[in-house]
């Protein structure tokens, strides 16, 4: 059964950085697209971000490039995502996404872990 | 970037009725080379995560019931629902994964009459 488990989220002040966790189990990691997709509270989905198995390609929204990071390790079955530069605008569930079998949709989802950027 | 443009924003269908939700991409996502539209549909229920319903446009995911269907090519989709029950009220995205910048609709809120 595929599983992925978001950690790391919690309360930042604006202009700081949090570096959020997704473990991911039941599924051969290394040969996988990965993906971070955020709610804020109320609002739609956004995709984020984009990191192919090998992590020789990397893609970002303009809203989070330059500031959001995105990276893996193969070897630990996770993915990450550094934050820098928090803005309150970046409150929002951050979610982990698997790609399908077949394509670059999105397959399988974590729980989420909030995050919040207030003072 | 491709813009998602999901219509309408809220919908309130009777139990037993047909749900229609439409999604419009500002180019197409159809790649020539394959013959496949980019195009994904997902659920979402409040407090939990988005969930597979559609991809390659009119595919459905393992266990999704088949009254869900989607259809569309090039630039214009849509997501129907043939008989709405209780259980399928929640917000419906689409998402382009067409390239390398995925996006999604706003969403559409789905409601009983």
């Known amino acids: 059964e595929v599983q992925l488990v978001e950690s790391g989220g919690g309360l930042i002040q604006p202009g700081g950085s949090l570096r959020v966790s997704c473990a991911a189990s039941?599924?051969?990691?290394?040969?996988?697209?990965m993906n971070w997709v955020r709610q804020a509270p109320g609002k739609g989905l956004e995709w984020l971000s984009s990191?192919?198995?090998?992590?020789?390609?990397?893609y970002y929204a303009d809203s989070v490039k330059g500031r959001f990071t995105i990276s893996r390790d193969n070897a630990k079955n996770s993915l990450y995502l550094q934050m820098n530069s928090l803005r309150v605008e970046d409150t929002a569930m951050y979610y982990c996404?698997?790609?399908?079998?077949?394509?670059?949709?999105?397959?399988?989802w974590g729980q989420g872990t909030l995050v919040t950027v207030s003072s | 970037d491709i813009v998602m443009t999901q219509s309408p924003d809220s919908l309130a269908v009777s139990l037993g009725e047909r749900a229609t939700i439409n999604c419009k991409s500002s180019?197409?996502?159809?790649?020539?080379?394959?013959?496949?539209?980019?195009l994904a549909w997902y659920q979402q229920k409040p407090g939990q995560p988005p969930k597979l319903l559609i991809y390659?446009?009119?595919t459905r995911e393992s266990g999704v019931p088949d009254r869900f269907s989607g259809s569309g090519s090039g630039t214009d989709f849509t997501l129907t629902i043939s008989s709405l029950q209780a259980e399928d009220v929640a917000v419906y995205y689409c998402?382009?994964?067409?390239?390398?910048?995925?996006?999604f609709g706003q969403g559409t809120k789905l409601e009983i009459k």
């Open positions: 996404v698997r790609e399908g079998d077949g394509g670059s949709y999105s397959a399988f």
């Open positions: 039941g599924f051969s990691f290394s040969t996988y697209s």
């Open positions: 990191i192919i198995a090998s992590s020789s390609a990397i």
């Open positions: 180019q197409s996502v159809l790649y020539s080379s394959n013959n496949k539209n980019y």
């Open positions: 390659w446009a009119s």
């Open positions: 998402q382009q994964y067409y390239g390398t910048l995925y996006t």
